[in-house]
């Protein structure tokens, strides 16, 4: 803590004072609790270990220049675990525990948000696992909810800067009636392989397209794609993407902003169409995308020969910052002041 250099984190784990945890049990949740041990006491057998019964969440606390911490769509994540566990049967969450619980890993944890003007903010990492002992391919009946956070800075590496993508079409991350709208740990262990060949080759990461025709665009590695084009902004709908809490920001800011938005199926044909093409996530913010190449067809779709970042990109990221800083206001009700 005494020497966190604020302004040049990245995106790792910082150890902080607490994590909250939550347990289910005997069919119903109980007290929201918080402990200094970083560490897990689980049965060997327990489900999460065997049958990847887990989801997460991530989303960020911000420090305004006026000192108040802000978290970000708390809400909109409590009924995405809601959601993921659904998809894998587990236990749900009830959203007002779930914020609890992350209002008191911030609170416990406020020294470590970063001050404002680093840029930087406080990661907030919900995760829920069934913990139940079982041989048998069933759901648990025992689950462990737990908040831990951790100081970040950018995820791509410099921040709000233009990197190239790669299509490869010899993976797939969810299958096309699959996972992929859950945010399960089972479809990042899918991704890791994917991802590790696309940093050997330089690039930030891998650019899916649909498992079923690979016809349409997907997603950008842990982010969601949108483009530019004609004012409009344009982003993938699709059964095997995760529904994005800051896409969905954007597409009500990019709507005030004055621009049509579509949210459709993006054949791949209309990357050569579009003026700006940027990656958007909790962790990525708005990451720009320098060119996407084709590995299969060597293919490359150039949207920054000048690696600036776009205008539209520009104006949608300054806009989200100042709501999650805290220095517009917060019209939509986005933003959970932590007293
Ligand atoms: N897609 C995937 C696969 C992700 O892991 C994430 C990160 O959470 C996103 C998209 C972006 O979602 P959000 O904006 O809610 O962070
Ligand atoms: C996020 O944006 O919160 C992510 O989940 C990305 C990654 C760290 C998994």
Redesign the pocket.
């Given at each position: 803590m005494k020497n966190i250099d604020w302004n040049n984190i990245g995106?790792g784990y910082i150890k902080t004072d607490y994590n909250v945890r939550c347990s289910f049990k005997d069919g119903e949740w109980g007290e929201v609790r918080s402990t200094q041990d970083e560490f897990v006491n689980l049965h060997m057998a327990a489900t999460c270990l065997h049958y990847g019964q887990e989801a997460?969440?991530?989303?960020?606390a911000f420090r305004g220049k006026d000192g108040k911490i802000r978290i970000f769509r708390l809400d909109e994540n409590a009924k995405r675990l809601q959601s993921s566990c659904k998809g894998i049967m587990m236990a749900s969450l009830p959203v007002e525990k779930f914020e609890e619980a992350v209002i008191k890993a911030v609170k416990l944890n406020e020294r470590f948000v970063p001050p404002y003007e680093s840029g930087a903010s406080l990661?907030i990492?919900p995760l829920l696992i069934g913990t139940s002992a079982l041989v048998g391919v069933k759901p648990a009946s025992e689950y462990e909810f737990i908040v831990f956070v951790t100081p970040v800075g950018p995820?791509f590496k410099g921040g709000f800067q233009t990197t190239p993508f790669v299509i490869m079409r010899q993976y797939d991350r969810a299958a096309p009636l699959g996972t992929g709208t859950f945010?399960v740990g089972g479809n990042?262990a899918a991704s890791l392989v994917a991802g590790t060949h696309a940093h050997e080759m330089g690039y930030s990461a891998v650019f899916y397209l649909d498992p079923k025709e690979k016809k349409y665009i997907d997603e950008c590695?842990?982010?969601n794609f949108f483009a530019i084009k004609d004012n409009t902004y344009i982003t993938p709908k699709s059964d095997s993407i995760l529904p994005?809490i800051?896409n969905k920001s954007l597409i009500t800011l990019a709507e005030e902003l004055g621009m049509k938005v579509e949210r459709r199926q993006v054949h791949i044909d209309e990357l050569e169409t579009f003026e700006e093409a940027g990656a958007c996530?909790?962790?990525?913010v708005i990451s720009p995308i320098q060119r996407i190449d084709d590995y299969d067809t060597k293919k490359s779709y150039v949207y920054s020969p000048d690696g600036k970042p776009g205008k539209w990109s520009e104006k949608l990221y300054n806009k989200l910052r100042a709501i999650q800083y805290g220095d517009e206001p917060d019209t939509h009700s986005w933003v959970t002041i932590v007293e």
């Open positions: 995106f997460f969440e991530g989303l960020k990661y990492r995820y945010k990042y590695g842990a982010a994005s800051t996530g909790t962790a990525a």
